[in-house]
């Protein structure tokens, strides 16, 4: 697809198609269980993230590589569809990144992947236009290089970075030293810094490298940020959860969105938990985003889980 001058998001990561198979209870080891449905439905860290920005109104590119197989072609598919503009390296004769997502009837998932080495996105295959012609840059850690190059581009250009961090990835650190909004996994600061207090670890997340916010979604228990001089704390909100599947890559959408509406931090916050949870009662990474207004419904009349007790003196009200 042509470039246009400028989007409002620009996403350098992962993609991935996913085969979801719902099962009454997570097999026993030695097991043979029998499953009733399958569905192959595309998903991935920043791919997913930038698809639910572009539903929500957003001008979004997305820039990663593919096989030449039907999965890839999914992909395409869903991302003409829906209007991204796509810098996608295609590479002949290889499988695209596949996933099987088993998914209990509590709607909680477990994840088996696989990819190819072929299709690890270097730095040199990057485009600087790509990233200078937008509003904000969201990437993830896993092609750590590239996305050290891309956010360093962004930030001499003034641009803000956000990173979806799941594991604390060989040289994930350079990165961090680029990434304005850092909102990783619950367990990576202390795979990070050694300290397992997110009292402790977060402010030190962002002094270490100078961050904006180091925040840590924490599931059912919400999202915890700091922001150099505070801690903002938001709680979840409870929903028949159907599948789990992308519910994190959802939260960081709406993060982005948020903060390129220009919200308050609070309510960035807010509205990522709420974009999370119904994300949860639809099937696949991206099976329950929502329009902006039922995202907004829910905030405003939704019920929350209570606030985790040690981050009560932050916790909104209930």
Request: proline share 4%; hydrophobic share 45%; with cysteine.
């Amino acid at each position: 697809m042509t470039m246009s001058k400028t989007v409002d998001l620009v996403g350098v990561g992962l993609n991935a198609t996913d085969m979801l198979i719902p099962l009454a209870e997570y097999p026993a080891p030695g097991s043979k269980v029998e499953f009733r449905a399958a569905s192959i439905l595309p998903g991935g860290q920043v791919a997913t993230a930038v698809m639910a920005c572009q539903r929500w109104g957003l001008r979004t590119r997305y820039v990663g590589k593919l096989g030449d197989d039907h999965a890839g072609q999914l992909h395409r598919d869903e991302f003409g569809k829906a209007g991204v503009e796509t810098q996608i390296i295609t590479v002949p004769g290889c499988a695209s990144q596949q996933a099987v997502i088993l998914v209990d009837s509590q709607g909680e998932r477990t994840v088996l992947w696989r990819r190819d080495q072929q299709l690890g996105l270097a730095p040199e295959a990057l485009n600087r236009e790509w990233i200078e012609s937008a509003r904000a840059l969201h990437v993830d850690g896993y092609d750590t290089a590239a996305a050290t190059v891309a956010a360093g581009w962004a930030r001499a250009a003034g641009i803000p970075v956000i990173a979806d961090l799941d594991d604390a990835y060989p040289g994930v650190e350079g990165l961090l030293e680029n990434i304005d909004y850092a909102i990783v996994s619950r367990d990576v600061p202390s795979r990070l810094l050694g300290e397992d207090d997110l009292e402790k670890s977060l402010p030190l997340l962002q002094r270490r490298y100078g961050c904006l916010l180091a925040a840590a979604t924490l599931g059912e228990d919400g999202v915890l940020a700091w922001d150099g001089k505070q801690f903002h704390y938001a709680c979840a909100f409870r929903v028949t959860a159907v599948d789990t599947t992308g519910a994190g890559d959802i939260f960081h959408a709406g993060f982005i969105y948020g903060l390129l509406q220009d919200w308050p931090l609070q309510r960035r916050l807010e509205f990522a938990c709420a974009a999370a949870a119904l994300n949860c009662t639809g099937v696949g990474a991206r099976g329950g985003i929502q329009p902006v207004e039922s995202i907004e419904k829910l905030m405003a009349t939704g019920s929350r889980y209570s606030p985790l007790l040690e981050f009560a003196e932050w916790a909104i009200a209930v």
